[in-house]
């Protein structure tokens, strides 16, 4: 059903049919949409988040200039794999099998079989797609002896037959494209990349130059070098744009760029070292805010700026700056916590024309919300069974009055299954009185934190004990969500 049949399908007339003609200028086409996803990358990382960055983002910088930037904005999770999960599904990762943690790279696939992305939605709505970067969500992986699939068990990476096809990955899920790693692009073996279905070369056991890893067989093509990957990835997502520009002009692109900087190991490549004040973890942030700018001068160059929707933000927080730098800002917590430097993150969009540049928005948004927003673009309305916790941000990209909230409620998850609910100025953690990730898993009958953000940004009054009746409140809607199998409005 196309846009115009939908609206008369709900009793709209013409004027409602004449708000998408209004909205994209009389395009042609729906807009291009690149997604741009850091890995660790903190609220305190970039420039135009934090003065005082050690960190030069340029780019990002000038990003915000020309479009929006968000101060409240979150990931679904503190950590990676649940993340992704959320961003292309629309759900969060706690309704999936996997409860707490992450995966590694022989792990199966975790995003369900018929569960619509973020990549089939714009699919069928005529978008040339690609995935390029860290996937991280499980693959089925060939081996050299045939065995029934479990999907809580891991393949042994010596079984592993790396010249047969791996299935089930990233082009079953909506992508016309895919050019990655498995997993931690370096941090976790098989060390290569894959293109499509196939690895590219045959990863060797390899002996380990870090002292922590020598418990472990390491897999790795001949000639890798974790310092390009993030290099190799820019330019591949660059030529894929440039590919679909040339040969399909008429028809809109999707591109997922989940890079791997600057997760450890903190190994800059040669171009970037040196350029921050904050180490090597501080020189790949410079290295991901060069990719963003190579991408911008890409589309500058194809002229296809003005009808493309460009977000840039990260997977979760930050680990812990050097030399002074706060990577997570004055947020309290870090990368895996509970607390706001787990899970709030820097999110900026730029679309010209359309979305007013210069502007900030306080709305609270999440990540989980790119496929609503996605079909509110493409004039498509969800089924009820995708995007269960997906709610369309596109008035806040727009700078729209609101009324009211997008959301009821956020809920925050932590990197070892401690849930906290978020809704207006109230935050509650449940179950724990820590940041919910070293300190272990959450403890039935435990108590746990209550903060007024509105009041205590930075999460230093717990109101647990004084305010029983929000306590109570905001724990029954996280149980409605969680029995419901929902968030979303009905």
Known sequence: MNRREFLKAVGFGAAALAVPRALFGGQKKNPNIIFIMADDMGYGDVGCYNPESKIPTPNIDKLATEGVRFTDAHTPSAVCTPTRYGVLTGRYCWRSRLKR??????????????????????????????????????????????????????????????????????????????????????????????????????????????????????????????????????????????????????????????????????????????????????????????????????????????????????????????NGHKSAGDLRGLKGGIWEGGHRVPFIARWPGKIKAGTTCDEVVCLTDLIATCAAIVGAELPNDAGQDSFNILPALLGEKLDEPIREAIVHHSGSGVFAIRQGEWKLILESKGAGYHDGPPKAGLPGQLYNLADDPYEKNDLWAKCPEIVKRLTKLLDKYKKQGYSKKA
């Open 101 to 322: 943690g992450v995966f590694g790279g022989f792990n199966r696939p975790l995003i369900e079989k018929d569960c619509m992305t973020v990549a089939s939605l714009l699919k069928e709505h005529g978008y040339g797609t690609a995935c390029i970067g860290k996937w991280h969500l499980g693959l089925n992986w060939a081996t050299k002896k045939e065995r029934p699939a479990d999907l809580e068990e891991d393949y042994e990476q010596m079984e592993v037959d790396f010249s047969k096809p791996i299935k089930d990955g990233p082009r079953t899920l909506g992508f016309d494209y895919f050019f990655g790693t498995a997993a931690c692009t370096t941090d976790d073996p098989p060390w290569c990349f894959i293109e499509n279905e196939y690895t590219l070369g045959i990863p060797n056991i390899v002996s380990p130059e870090d002292p922590a890893d020598e418990d472990r067989e390491l897999l790795m093509v001949p000639g890798w070098r974790h310092e390009d990957a993030d290099i190799e990835f820019t330019n591949k997502a660059i030529a894929f744009i440039e590919k679909q520009v040339e040969s399909k002009p008429e028809n809109p692109f999707f591109v997922y760029l989940p890079l791997s900087v600057p997760h450890i190991p903190w190994l800059p490549p040669d171009c970037v070292k040196g350029k921050s004040k904050a180490g090597p973890r501080g020189d790949q942030v410079v290295l991901f805010d060069w990719s963003v700018g190579q991408v911008v001068k890409t589309l500058d160059k194809l002229g296809i700026s003005d009808n493309t929707l460009l977000i840039v933000t990260s997977d979760n927080g930050p680990r812990e700056g050097i």
